[in-house]
């Protein structure tokens, strides 16, 4: 399992990177916490997501 | 014939007719608290103008932007105010309620080259940009290279639904996020003044809270 924005999710993702595509996200228009430290842009693809991490993926949109 | 009243306060009397309402030790708190409100319009403008009043005594104002007649719907600008720069502006009004707080202004754009030197200085980042690229580029550049820093962050205020749908959240220990998180004017939906200031009214909050020390939400 793995807990991503609060909801316990099926482990079925290698990488960051993998998540990130298969959920469609700008890349541009995100920011991703891995259990509370942010993940660098250029390091999606390294990051390989483990049983019991908590991923917290900010997606911004436009307004202020 | 100006027929406002010019009036003449002490700083010592601006404290302490705030201090009667907030208590002595929470403004020495906010007093000494640094904040840097990253994005000057519906947002930035309103936030910024509230943490004057509440006793913030540093404010870095940080917008490229000049006032519009399309920003008066909607921003705390005055007509009077169009073609002026936002930090110009915003301080002219922070020094009007606020005339003790301590204002710098950057009028430049905000990008991952001066991002560093910019906030050095500053405790808490406001991220009140309208731009969702500006937004991810800021907290993600923060969050990397300034973790000891409180991040309160917008997303999602744009069209009419419920001003209840708008929350905020602690996403991790510095970095907190305010806004419904889907409302955006890409999807075609407009801002109004109103839904905008639920949003910075959150951020505020979470700001003078965090400076209280009541770090959770």
């Known amino acids: 399992m793995i807990i991503i924005n609060g909801k316990e999710m099926a482990l079925q993702w290698e990488t960051l990177e993998d998540y990130i595509l298969s959920q469609n996200y700008l890349l541009e228009h995100i920011a991703v916490e891995r259990n509370e430290v942010i993940v660098p842009k250029a390091a999606y693809g390294q990051t390989k997501l483990l049983r019991g991490d908590r991923l917290e993926v900010v997606c911004f949109v436009g307004g202020g | ?217």
């Open chain 2, 1 to 217: 014939m100006s027929e406002v009243a010019e009036v003449q306060i002490t700083r010592e009397q601006w404290l302490a007719t705030l201090s009667q309402r907030q208590g002595r030790a929470l403004v020495d708190k906010f007093q000494k608290a640094r904040v840097a409100v990253c994005g000057l319009g519906g947002l930035g403008s309103h936030i910024a103008l509230t943490l004057a009043r509440s006793g913030v005594g540093h404010l870095s104002l940080i917008d490229f932007d000049r006032v519009d007649l399309s920003n008066i719907h909607r921003q705390a600008y005055r007509l009077t105010h169009i073609g002026s720069y936002k930090t110009t502006a915003l301080k002219e009004m922070v020094m009007e309620v606020a005339p003790f707080c301590q204002v710098t202004t950057h009028n430049t754009v905000l990008c991952a080259k001066n991002i560093e030197t910019l906030l050095a200085e500053e405790d808490v980042i406001c991220e009140a940009f309208d731009d969702p690229k500006a937004k991810a580029l800021l907290v993600q550049a923060v969050r990397e290279k300034m973790p000891e820093k409180m991040v309160i962050a917008a997303s999602g205020m744009a069209g009419w639904g419920s001003p209840n749908t708008i929350q905020s959240r602690r996403v991790s220990q510095n970095f907190y996020l305010c806004g419904d998180e889907k409302s955006g004017i890409e999807s075609g939906q407009s801002l109004n003044s109103a839904r905008v200031q639920v949003c910075g009214a959150h951020q505020a909050t979470l700001i003078l809270r965090c400076l209280a020390g009541f770090l959770e939400v």
